[in-house]
């Protein structure tokens, strides 16, 4: 079992800065592929970026450039910093956990990008 606890959300100006964490329960974080989604109102939950137990990133293409994900497996913890952001970035940003068949997720944090 994987429990895990996003922070860092809040309200910011279009063109500004956040830095997601989720830190995760468990003595075996390294083994685990984590991932941001997000969900806007009225949408389907979408992934945002995603990093391996290998630290291979992936990243969707409207946050290629913009947004990083990082992981520090000594502090259990998966970190998403974002930068430039847009309006269209505001949704409720959910962190993943994922080995083979299991999945675990955060209870989201809300994140409002101010135009």
């Known amino acids: 079992q994987v429990q895990l606890v996003e922070s860092g959300g809040g309200l910011v100006q279009s063109g500004g800065s956040l830095r997601l964490s989720c830190a995760a329960s468990g003595s075996i974080f390294s083994i685990y592929g984590l991932g941001w989604y997000r969900q806007a109102p009225g949408q389907q939950r979408e992934l945002v970026a995603r990093i391996t137990g290998g630290f291979s990133t992936y990243y969707a293409d409207s946050v290629k450039g913009r947004f990083t994900i990082s992981r520090d497996n000594a502090k259990n913890t998966v970190y998403l910093q974002m930068n430039s952001l847009k309006p269209e970035d505001t949704a409720v940003y959910y962190c993943?956990?994922?080995?083979?068949?299991?999945?675990?997720w955060g209870q989201g944090t809300q994140v409002t990008v101010s135009s």
């Open positions: 993943n956990a994922y080995y083979g068949n299991l999945q675990y």
